[in-house]
Nanobody, 123 residues
Framework: QVQLVESGGGLVQPGGSLRVSCAAY????????MGWYRQAPGKQRELVAT???????NYADSVKGRFTVSRVNAKNTVYLQMNSLKPEDTAVYYC?????????????????WGRGTQVTVSS
């Protein structure tokens, strides 16, 4: 079983910056895509940004130019640097990862979610 642990959320003023991190733990053989999703009160969970093991990124239009997703494969960790934050960025941010776990002779695929970290943008 693969667990994802997020950290780094908090309260920030509009225009400010924040970085959230997510580390994956468990019997991980490989991770394909890691990414961030968010869910604001009363809204559906939506994609924020993803990054493949090869470094190919994908962003929601609403965060392009403001957010940057990165990862350190050797640490099974993904980061989301958020700049020029707006009140509408307020949400619980969830980490997601998919790949293979177990042993080389008996691998199984996984798709795991973290518990989420609150990001609040307010003056």
């Amino acid at each position: 079983q693969v667990q994802l642990v997020e950290s780094g959320g908090g309260l920030v003023q509009p225009g400010g910056s924040l970085r959230v991190s997510c580390a994956a733990y468990g019997s991980i053989l490989s991770i394909n895509t890691m990414g961030w999703y968010r869910q604001a009160p009363g809204k559906q969970r939506e994609l924020v940004a993803t990054i493949t093991s090869g470094g190919v990124t994908n962003y929601a239009d609403s965060v392009k130019g403001r957010f940057t997703v990165s990862r350190v494969n050797a640490k099974n960790t993904v980061y989301l640097q958020m700049n020029s934050l707006k009140p509408e960025d307020t949400a619980v941010y969830y980490c997601n990862a998919d790949g293979f776990s177990g042993t080389a002779s008996d691998p199984s695929d996984f798709n795991s979610w973290g518990r989420g970290t609150q990001v609040t943008v307010s003056s």
